[in-house]
């Protein structure tokens, strides 16, 4: 076993194939008792060495027993749940002295669900292949990592809403401070992350504790349009406190008091009530003055590249969970545009998605429609505006798209969400599981080769282009250069671009990203 020596005591990690791994170093305390909803502090040191050869506990979440299309991405054995999550694992080639690019992942899950150590998330295929070292982190969840409690308790608790975002900054101090033992380079640092790993790596560029501790950025499949308002926090808190009948004029110990699960299970049955993901990054006013969309407007991610897009079909995945998907009428599509933005004008939109999408005598349904101005909505416009946001200031920003399709159901999935991950970190090809849900035919394996040196080359210099990707150059308007990440990769000009349009509209540009 190899020793590695940090600020808070040695561990000692395993090494298999050329690649050495450390698992479950504590890069904070454990966030219980009185630090329930306290910012992250640092860990207690220890003596002698840690043994880093196995993952820690994750953060408390509802683990689904059954997965559907995205059951290989469950651990072999039950995970062990427990506030005491605040734990990273390292891959690296070696820990020596040199400095190589470091890849931090953060990763999704609705920001209620996820750990850093999922198989598909393992490290050391892209760390052997691009001579990097790779992070992947865990974080506070849910009513634990997203509760904005400092106004309904009139600041009696004060946290934020943001106790998860800054547990991911913290694991980047930690990333600062250590790497270099570890062969990295605390001064060419990427973070990356999917879904809610992407609108935190995009929350991240507007973070104020986060400024500084990475030089570049992958939002994939979630940018930068992701933050609840004070109003909607608020709403949270209360509806949370009312469920667990506790009165926030009244004693507070009991929300120390609860057990982490029975704050999880309430927590959940609060958030299937209500029409959005309530448990996301807070627009408190300090930390994240404005939607981190706004922040990076007024120039809180400059100096920093970016790399970002999403899946063309991201909303199939969550529309083969709908089972009143597939039956949708026109009257439940407009109710249903009406419902989730409160906007009756993007009717007009939706009118617009089907005379585009019906062309050449295409049958197209209400439901096909749905999913793709939902995708666009939700995935593909956040992505874009990000670029372009950083464009105007002469940052360099990069968008791509993936088109590859899943075989899973028949294919019925198409491009979907989660669709590019096995491909970032070449573990699309790990058992059936993963090759029935990413491909494992020779065309995927080279689709995998090619968007790992995309992703590394990013890493290494900031500029993903390769030389499958030769032509691919920074986002912006006159161009809209996209990278496709399909059977063969290629780039495009302005791919998509009839639909990209209609969002010109001012009328309906409030409504992006929003889920």
Known sequence: MTQVETSYGTVAGLNADGV???????????????DRWSAPKPPEAWAGVRQADEFGPISWQIVATEQGALSFAQDATPPVLAEDCLSLNVWTPSADGEARPVMVWIHGGA????????????????????????????????????????????????????????DQAFALEWVRDNIA??????????????????????????????????????????????????????????????????SPNSNLNKLFELPAEELTRVGAEVSAKLPWMCYEPCI????????????????????????????????????????????????????????RNGRPDLRALGQSYYEILSRDGNDVSPADVWQVLESD????MPGIVLAETLHKRSNDAYQYLFTVESPAYGGILKSCHAIDI????????LNDGTRGFFGGEPAHIELA??????????????????????????????KRSTAIFGLPVSVEDAPLEELRAL??????????GAL
């Open 449 to 478: 080769e090619a968007t790992m040196d995309a992703w590394l080359a990013f890493a290494h210099t900031g500029n993903p282009a390769t030389d499958a990707l030769s032509t691919w150059s920074p986002y912006g308007k006159e």
């Open 422 to 429: 096995g491909y970032v970190f070449g573990t699309h090809n």
């Open 111 to 166: 920001f209620v669900t996820g750990s850093g150590s999922s198989p598909i998330y393992d490290g050391s295929i892209l760390s052997r292949r691009g001579n990097v070292v790779v992070v992947t982190i865990n974080y506070r969840l849910g009513v634990l990592g997203f509760l904005n409690l400092n106004e309904v308790t009139g600041g009696r608790i004060p946290s934020t809403g943001n106790e998860g975002l800054l």
């Open 20 to 34: 050495l791994s450390f698992k479950n170093i504590p890069y904070a305390a454990a966030p219980t008792g009185e």
């Open 377 to 380: 909505r939700g995935f593909r």
């Open 284 to 339: 408190d006013g300090s930390q994240l003055s404005a939607r981190p969309i706004d922040c990076v407007a007024n120039g809180s991610a400059d100096d920093v590249s970016v790399l970002v897009g999403c899946t063309r079909d991201e909303w199939l995945l969550f529309s083969v969970m709908d089972p009143t998907i597939k039956s949708m009428t026109q009257d439940d599509f407009e109710r249903r545009l009406e419902s």
């Open 181 to 246: 033992r570890f062969g990295g380079d605390p001064k060419n640092v990427t973070i990356f992350g999917e879904s809610a790993g992407g609108m935190s790596v995009g929350a991240l560029l507007a973070l104020r504790e986060a400024n500084g501790l990475f030089h570049k950025a992958i939002p994939q499949s979630g940018a930068a349009h992701t933050a609840n308002t004070l109003a909607q926090s608020n709403d949270v808190a209360s509806q949370l406190l009312s469920a667990l009948d506790i």
């Open 503 to 512: 969002w010109d509209d001012t009328s309906v540009q409030s409504a992006i």
